[in-house]
Nanobody, 121 residues
Framework: VQLQASGGGLVQAGGSLRLSCAAP????????RGWFRQAPGKEREFVAG????????LYADSVKGRFTISGDNAKNTVYLQMNSLRPEDTAVYYC???????????????WGQGTLVTVSS
């Protein structure tokens, strides 16, 4: 089972996008979900995480105040609302599952194929 990230695209600096992360055929009830990104030539980095209940969230400093993670358990989907996008936000964005909200990739599993976000200046 892999998570499916979608919603990426090309946007101008200052614009917005909303990414979705779905888990077809599996609920992952009780598990946290996280978003990561990887720019060309760089390591994968943590962006945001949310607990199953939605009561606990964690953000990378670089996206605080601009990105918002949320979840809809009825739809088994987690979202990443990205506002005030910058060219440095350009990357492939991935979602994954973890037992707890964490900021490191090794805590997560069931990585999907990612969705490309390109922010033009």
């Amino acid at each position: 089972v892999q998570l499916q990230a979608s919603g990426g695209g090309l946007v101008q600096a200052g614009g917005s996008l909303r990414l979705s992360c779905a888990a077809p055929g599996r609920t992952f009830s009780g598990y946290a979900r996280g978003w990561f990104r990887q720019a060309p030539g760089k390591e994968r980095e943590f962006v945001a995480g949310i607990s199953w209940s939605g009561g606990n969230t964690l953000y990378a400093d670089s996206v605080k105040g601009r990105f918002t993670i949320s979840g809809d358990n009825a739809k088994n989907t987690v979202y990443l609302q990205m506002n005030s996008l910058r060219p440095e936000d350009t990357a492939v964005y991935y979602c994954a599952v973890s037992a707890v909200v964490a900021g490191t990739a090794h805590e997560y599993s069931f990585w999907g194929q990612g969705t490309l976000v390109t922010v033009s200046s």
